[in-house]
Structure formats: structure tokens, C-alpha cells
């Protein structure tokens, strides 16, 4: 079974702070990562994707992919109370498999 | 443009009754994925079409589900007879539909499935 894990949280970040969210995935195959923001009774909506070993920024978001570690991540800077919301991580090649998210609390 | 449409929203049903969805994907998108997801879980693909034919329906549980695109562009998905633990939000996601690897997915706003 390819699998991918998250802690299911929550996890409570002060605003401001950084908040780090972690993913592992079974499959080697898998080449392609995405995170996805959901909001309670919301669906998923992108907020980036990763293909290539390394760090990539967006705006206040920075993904980093270990492929030989096989474990992804998700740093948000400056957190604000907006950014309370599940997160997903999604991996693999043809076919995206998620993880069952992240809860994550900014706290004012 | 348009995002993914997805009606109904909400649908409440009684156990053995038959129920369906339907999906609008984003124009011009090829690829076409219904996904379900329960609740404290993540999305769970049932199925996905490349224009009108079936790539992946590995997980879709075929003696009570299954699922049409009959043009490449609208689709809908039924469940007869439903079960208690068919109870979950059902997801439509659409792609541009590249050859390889996977695509970014954009996600409908779900319909919502309580049986009873």
C-alpha cells in the first residue's frame, strides 16, 4: 500500500511565528508533490507544488522535497489567523495520493 | 475562469436508495477525477477518466458505484444502494491532462452525502 503520513496535529502556532508541517511517502516512484490548504467544510485548493529536491518559495510559503529521505515539507512564515486550516500533502506519479492532513491552529 | 462546478451540494438519503452527482470541470481540461473524502481523512481517489475513457478505477467499489463522462466533459458519478459508511464529502477535481507524471488538480466546492 503507498502510503503518505502526516501527523494529524493540531498544531498550534503563535501569529507571526513559522509554522513547520512534515510529510513522508512510501513510494519511490513518486515524483511529484503537491500541499493543499483546507479549510473546514471547504474543499482542498493549491497552494503549491514541488518537483525537484531542494526548497521552493512562494510568497510566505516554502516547500522542500528530499526524495533519497523520501519526506516532504511545508514551511509557513509569519502565520497569520487565516492560516488555521487543515493541510494536505499529496504525492506520487499518475496518481496522487494524500495524506490524511495536518490541522493547523494560528493562535492571536 | 470558471472553476470546477459540482451539484448538489448537500444530499441526504436513506440507506439502499440510489443517489448521483454531478460534475462541471474547468474548460478545457482533459483529465476528470471524482474523489471521496470522509471525514478526518484525506481524498481518496474512486476514479479517473481521460477524456471519456476510464484510466484508474482501481478503488471505485464497482458492485454499487460507477461513473460516466459519455462526451469528455460532464460527468457523474451514482451510488445504488447506498450504505451508512457511503457517508462522506465527494470531490470532482479536473486537470489539464498531460502524458506523463501528475498534474496539478483543481478541486470542486464537493457534495456532501449523509445516509441515513
Known amino acids: 500500500q503507498k502510503e503518505v503520513e502526516q501527523n494529524s496535529g493540531p498544531l498550534s502556532v503563535p501569529e507571526g511565528a513559522i509554522a513547520s508541517l512534515n510529510c513522508t511517502y512510501s513510494?519511490?516512484?513518486?515524483?511529484?508533490f503537491f500541499w493543499y490548504r483546507q479549510y473546514s467544510g471547504k474543499s482542498p485548493e493549491l497552494i503549491m507544488f514541488?518537483?525537484?529536491?531542494g526548497d521552493k518559495e512562494d510568497g510566505r510559503f516554502t516547500a522542500q522535497l528530499n526524495k533519497a529521505s523520501q519526506y516532504v515539507s511545508l514551511l509557513i512564515r509569519d502565520s497569520q489567523p487565516s492560516d488555521s486550516a487543515t493541510y494536505l500533502c499529496?504525492?506520487?506519479?499518475?496518481?496522487?495520493?494524500f495524506g490524511a492532513g495536518t490541522q493547523v491552529v494560528v493562535t492571536p | 475562469e470558471a472553476g470546477v462546478a459540482q451539484s448538489p451540494r448537500y444530499k441526504i438519503i436513506e440507506k439502499r436508495q440510489s443517489v448521483a452527482f454531478w460534475c462541471n470541470p474547468i474548460s478545457g481540461h482533459a483529465t476528470l477525477y471524482w474523489y471521496q473524502q470522509i471525514l478526518g481523512q484525506g481524498p481518496k481517489l474512486l476514479i479517473q477518466?481521460?477524456?471519456?475513457?476510464?484510466?484508474?478505477d482501481s478503488q471505485l467499489p464497482k458492485d454499487r458505484f460507477s461513473a460516466e463522462r459519455l462526451k469528455g466533459v460532464d460527468s457523474t458519478l451514482k451510488i445504488q444502494p447506498a450504505k451508512l459508511e457511503d457517508s462522506a464529502v465527494y470531490l470532482c477535481a479536473s486537470s489539464l491532462g498531460g502524458l506523463a507524471g501528475v498534474e496539478t488538480q483543481y478541486f470542486g466546492p464537493g457534495t456532501r452525502l449523509l445516509v441515513l
Open positions: 477518466f481521460q477524456n471519456n475513457g476510464v484510466v484508474d
Open positions: 513510494d519511490r516512484g513518486s515524483q511529484s
Open positions: 514541488i518537483y525537484s529536491n
Open positions: 499529496a504525492g506520487g506519479w499518475g496518481k496522487l495520493q
